[in-house]
């Protein structure tokens, strides 16, 4: 961050009075810029032993496969999030959300939550952000061709849970980039 959104003048990085980390902050009004991790929100969506999957039509990770996630909005909650995304990426309705998976990747700023859901109907698409979307049984999930890790480890979580038919809550934290 190079100006202040609030006046425009220079920012520096310092350490505010009574805190206990560096902030950009403006030198003219001293507003102090805090600059808080990124929420991501999506949908593991579900038919019968299949799940949706999209191929991504924006960068980063263009052409490979991902669940249909994207950046939290201000004044909607995760899952609003997510059943908001799901639509966007994949015309996809959905029901019965259960929060599945949570994220910690410090090293990117990031938060993920994926909620597990039931497509409510078979009518779904890409939408602008998506190539193409479809149902995958475990077995032609195009493992190689998975866009993050996070999809990845909510994927083969899933699978693992359903042989056991039990789906807890699971949060994990990245440290690093796999």
Not at 21 to 46: A, F, K, M, W
Not at 88 to 110: M, R, W
């Amino acid at each position: 961050m190079n100006f202040c959104s609030q006046c425009g003048a220079g920012v520096a990085l310092i350490i505010p009075e009574g805190d206990n980390r560096e902030r950009h902050v403006c030198g003219d009004c001293s507003t102090i810029h805090y600059q808080n991790p990124r929420i991501i929100t999506g949908t593991l969506p579900v038919h019968e032993d299949k799940v949706l999957l999209c191929k991504r039509a924006i960068e980063p990770r263009y052409g490979l496969w991902t669940l249909p996630a994207g950046f939290m909005e201000n004044g909607e909650t995760t899952e609003q999030g997510a059943t908001r995304e799901t639509w966007e990426e994949a015309s996809a309705n959905i029901e019965n959300l259960t929060l599945y998976t949570l994220f910690n990747l410090p090293y990117i700023n990031q938060v993920y939550f994926f909620y597990r859901a039931n497509l409510s109907d078979l009518n779904f698409g890409p939408g602008t952000e998506s190539l193409e979307v479809g149902l995958f049984s475990e077995d032609e999930i195009p493992w190689e061709e998975l866009a993050f890790p996070v999809i990845t480890r909510t994927l083969q979580l899933y699978f693992d849970d359903r042989n056991t038919g039990h789906f807890p809550v699971r949060s994990e934290d990245i440290l690093r980039r796999r």
